[in-house]
């Protein structure tokens, strides 16, 4: 099931972060990598001090440029575009196959959790940024969950794996990120397994972990 890093880099530490050069009161989210071929289109938004980032965005014209497509309350929904052929952070994740899962900046830390399919993966990312001199600080390296068989939850592996990747790629999310038949051709099964496993994966996660603390509720006196 792949291997999770979580691991964050000072704003100095790749070209994104130099050029945004986000002010004290701005903060940037990731929303939705959308690979283009050899690149990525992040959508982020921008919450704070919009009006500077716009500004800024506007005086730096040469370096980046900025897409304004949705705004919600205080925050803005921006399409970035920027020269990523000499951005080592961007490179070394695209090049050892890595899936941006979150990230968030601030003018002083960015904070990424990225999905690699496999250790070799996250070997290859690991040696990538040490042959560029890209600074990242690891926070965190884990297994999105380590299953075999059947677990106290009562899913079979096969439910899991199904349950958890749906969530990381956007499944449950509002919008949702991805869709049944796009986790189905992951899978090499029909939309309608899919949805079957997921189905009955929520049944069993509900059934084993939340209606027992139901029934406990239901006995307990004077509650």
Not at 188 to 217: H, W
Request: hydrophobic share 35%.
């Amino acid at each position: 099931m792949g291997v999770i890093l979580e691991f964050s880099v000072r704003p100095e530490g790749f070209k994104l972060g130099k050029i945004l050069h986000l002010g004290p009161e701005t903060e940037v989210r990731v929303e939705q990598l959308v690979p283009v071929g050899d690149k990525v289109m992040p959508f982020s938004w921008v919450s704070g001090d919009t009006d500077s980032f716009e500004v800024r965005a506007e005086e730096d014209g040469m370096e980046y440029s900025i897409v304004l497509t949705d705004e919600k309350n205080d925050r803005k929904l921006y399409r970035l575009e920027w020269n990523q052929d000499d951005d080592e952070l961007i490179q070394a994740i695209l090049l050892s196959e890595g899936a941006v899962l979150d990230a968030e900046g601030t003018h002083e830390e960015w904070s990424f959790r990225v999905r690699f399919r496999e250790r070799e993966n996250l070997s290859d990312f690991h040696e990538y940024c040490l042959g560029h001199g890209v600074p990242i600080k690891v926070k965190r390296m884990y297994n999105p969950i380590e299953i075999s068989g059947s677990s106290r939850t009562g899913m079979t592996k096969t439910q899991v794996e199904t349950l958890v990747d749906s969530y990381e790629e956007g499944y449950f999310e509002i919008p949702r990120k991805t869709t049944l038949v796009e986790l189905s051709e992951k899978y090499g099964v029909s939309d309608q397994a899919v949805s079957e496993r997921l189905r009955r994966a929520t049944a069993e996660l509900i059934e084993k972990s939340l209606m027992p603390e139901v029934e406990t509720t239901k006995s307990t006196p004077g509650d």
